[in-house]
């Protein structure tokens, strides 16, 4: 089992800046991927970033590029995701989520979602 706590959501003004964290723990060490995943009001969950659990490859989707920054902390099992230029439509329940080494299905463990509110 792998457990996921967020952290860091609130409410900014367009074009402030939010840091999120997502402390793993459990069985991390079956972890391959950490990802990001927000869902808008009325809008299916979209991904937003992903990080391997080593840290070493990072992947984005196109609309936060330039702006997000995934991250992890070894030390404190963590990942973050600073958000910067942030806009309305990054207004969403974000979470955390992870895929397990050799996982090629949905993920395995979820966070409880933390509130990202961007007002214009």
């Known amino acids: 089992q792998v457990q996921l706590v967020e952290s860091g959501g609130g409410l900014v003004q367009a074009g402030g800046s939010l840091r999120l964290s997502c402390a793993a723990s459990g069985r991390t060490f079956t972890i391959g991927y950490m990802n990001w995943v927000r869902q808008a009001p009325g809008k299916e969950r979209e991904f937003v970033a992903r990080i391997t659990w080593s840290g070493s490859s990072t992947y984005y989707t196109d609309s936060v590029k330039g702006r997000f920054t995934i991250s992890r902390d070894n030390a404190k099992n963590t990942v973050y995701l600073q958000m910067n230029s942030l806009k309305p439509e990054d207004t969403a329940v974000y979470y955390c989520?992870?895929?397990?080494?050799?996982?090629?299905?949905?993920?395995?463990?979820w966070g409880q979602g933390t509130q990202v509110t961007v007002s214009s």
């Open positions: 989520a992870a895929s397990l080494i050799g996982d090629t299905g949905p993920y395995s463990y």
